[in-house]
């Protein structure tokens, strides 16, 4: 398998949109829930509103 060396990596466009979608993950889960809530909260349970939408359309 070959692999990227860490410089092409994170100067890539795929690690931008990794950023983005790392950014808005942290806007949504501030701009939900309270410091307690976050401290306590099995994140494996919460999905962007977007994924949410789609899983829904998808009947599941």
């Known amino acids: 398998m070959k692999y990227m060396d860490d410089y092409n990596f994170y100067n890539s ?3 931008k949109v ?3 979608i790392s950014a808005q993950w942290d806007l949504y889960l501030s701009n939900t829930y309270s410091l307690e809530e976050l401290q306590q909260l099995d994140f494996s349970k ?3 509103p977007i994924f949410n939408v789609i899983s829904k ?3 599941r």
């Open 13 to 15: 466009e795929i690690y």
């Open 18 to 20: 990794i950023e983005d």
């Open 46 to 48: 919460v999905e962007l």
């Open 57 to 59: 359309e998808r009947g």
